[in-house]
């Protein structure tokens, strides 16, 4: 059985461009959290979508958008990049919004110039 | 890949050791904690986790110990092996949903 899937798996993109990011969750997880670890530090919350609501919203610009789709897959938006978006964005999947275990991707790596 | 290590507080053993990577947690709240581990170029990887209704949990290798009086967190691993080398998070979970708030981490190196 698949795990989480994310894509692309690397990217380069320049200031004021916008990026779009993709995540397959495990098959029958309905929910998906989206992070973002800059390089030396643990990954920090960006969203969590369950049931395609939005769940929870961390600390970031609005420049940052994503949404769920009916079949559980997630797209991450940024827009207007600048050189600090750079980092490597995680997709977690779970089976439930609520505790327990979240299954990570391997990311994708995203480089601003 | 690119190391997530860089600037990381370091723990190097000898295979054969017992490895104890500590972790301080901030919210009193938070009532269930996980361990990641992280390879290079990787997500992170669920090691063990744990309820604030206990103290102690054990796996394979491995054991997380809870301390919520002084907000603490270890992770135990038993005859540490070159393929424990990595970077460890701890994970508390925040405000009732499955989003997690990540520690520093700390990087292990196993010598052979």
């Known amino acids: 059985d698949a795990g989480v899937t994310q894509s692309p798996t690397h990217l380069i993109k320049t200031r004021g461009q916008h990026v779009t990011l993709r995540c397959s969750p495990i098959?029958?997880?309905?929910?998906v959290s989206w992070y973002q670890q800059v390089l030396g530090q643990g990954p920090q919350f960006i969203f969590q979508?369950?049931?395609?609501?939005?769940?929870g919203r961390g600390n970031f610009p609005d420049r940052f958008s994503a949404r769920q789709f009916p079949n559980y897959s997630s797209e991450l938006n940024v827009n207007a990049l600048l050189l600090g978006d750079s980092a490597l964005y995680l997709c977690?999947?779970?089976?439930?919004?609520?505790?327990?275990?979240?299954?990570f991707g391997p990311g994708t790596r995203l480089t601003v110039t | 890949g690119e190391s997530v290590g860089l600037h990381l507080p370091t723990l190097s053993v000898q295979e054969g050791d017992n490895s104890i990577i500590n972790c301080a947690y901030s919210?009193?709240?938070?009532?269930?904690f996980i361990w990641y581990k992280q390879e290079s170029g990787k997500g992170p990887q669920f090691i063990i986790d744990?309820?604030?209704?206990?103290d102690k949990r054990q796996g394979q290798r491995v054991t997380v110990l809870l301390n919520k009086t002084v907000k603490h967190l270890s992770l135990q691993i038993a005859a540490t092996q070159p393929g424990d080398s990595a970077v460890y998070f701890c994970?508390?979970?925040?405000?009732?949903?499955?989003?997690?708030?990540f520690g520093k981490g700390t990087m292990l190196l196993v010598s052979p």
């Open positions: 977690a999947s779970s089976s439930s919004p609520g505790l327990g275990e979240q299954y």
């Open positions: 098959s029958g997880h309905k929910s």
């Open positions: 979508y369950y049931e395609k609501e939005e769940r």
């Open positions: 919210n009193s709240a938070s009532d269930y």
């Open positions: 744990i309820r604030s209704n206990m």
């Open positions: 994970a508390e979970n925040s405000e009732g949903y499955s989003t997690l708030t």
